[in-house]
């Protein structure tokens, strides 16, 4: 029987899965936050949205929904923002505020879920959602909420989010999920590993998991793209995506880039 997952547990999962021991794994197994081509990726994504905003404003806003351990906040903060940072993890804010403790007075933390943010009034020029989207069961929901707080040639950034699955090649779906299981055989915990993919494969999901409530794109295609793209161009905004590859090892990395074998995406929407 095919089990499915409540959409309003998602929050908790999040913060369950990256408590203390959890925060730590994932920032030693985060691409984007290991390898120097993705670093140095995003961080020019970064200084491309933040040059745009500081062309139309003196003061460039951002919030950073699910900002994580603080690697886009810190991008941020170092070229001159003022940052609210929001994330339902207090360990994962705890790092952001040691990484980031030279910007304090430009920096905000707000310990709570995206959607409470979100219904503040604030205004920004910059709304970002930086390996965040997956873990939220309806982004679309969530991305439309957050382009009514975008201030007018503001702009919306995410970062490191699954392809959706079906859009991809054959051989971008097939070397990305060999990668994968290249790099997971040795973490440890293999057999449940292997029991928890075979489970999924066989569409079940366990609600009240925190592995199946907050790792969210695995219960639903990854994350749709082409849908992003045509809501921010139906709310006025200009959308731009970029595909790339990304994977946990290093090796496979430079193999699956160099092979132009695209699983992951960036969106920038600027405002009209």
């Known amino acids: 029987m095919v089990t499915t997952v409540d959409h309003r547990s998602a929050p908790d999962a999040n913060r369950v899965l990256y408590d203390e021991a959890g925060a730590s794994k994932y920032v030693n197994s985060a691409p984007h936050l290991k390898h120097r081509r993705l670093v140095e990726f995003h961080t020019s994504l970064v200084e491309s949205v933040y040059s745009a905003a500081a062309r139309d404003s003196e003061t460039v806003r951002v919030l950073d929904l699910g900002a994580g351990e603080g690697s886009c906040a ?23 505020q040691v990484r980031c403790k030279c910007f304090s007075q430009r920096l905000e933390l707000r310990h709570e879920d995206a959607w409470d943010a979100l219904q503040r009034p604030d205004r920004y020029e910059v709304v970002v959602a930086n390996s965040f989207l997956h873990h ?12 009514a707080h975008i201030a007018m040639k503001g702009q919306f950034l995410s970062f490191q989010d699954p392809l959706r699955y079906d859009t991809m090649t054959r051989t971008s ?100």
Request: some cysteine; proline content about 1%.
């Open 74 to 96: 810190y991008n941020f903060l170092r070229l001159g923002a003022t940052v609210t940072a929001v994330d339902i993890s207090e360990h994962q804010l705890e790092r952001l």
């Open 136 to 147: 939220v069961p309806d982004y679309l929901a969530l991305i439309r909420r957050a382009l």
């Open 173 to 272: 779906y097939a070397f990305s999920n060999m990668s994968y299981f290249a790099w997971r055989t040795f973490q440890g915990n293999l057999w449940q590993g292997l029991k928890t993919r075979i489970r999924r494969a066989r569409g079940i999901y366990i609600e009240g998991s925190k592995e199946d409530d907050a790792e969210y794109h695995v219960t639903r295609n990854g994350v749709d793209q082409i849908a992003i793209c045509s809501l921010l161009e139906s709310s006025g905004f200009h959308c731009r995506l970029i595909r790339y590859f990304s994977t946990q090892s290093a090796i496979l990395q430079r193999v699956g880039s160099w092979l132009d074998l695209p699983n992951t995406f960036a969106v920038v929407g600027r405002h009209s």
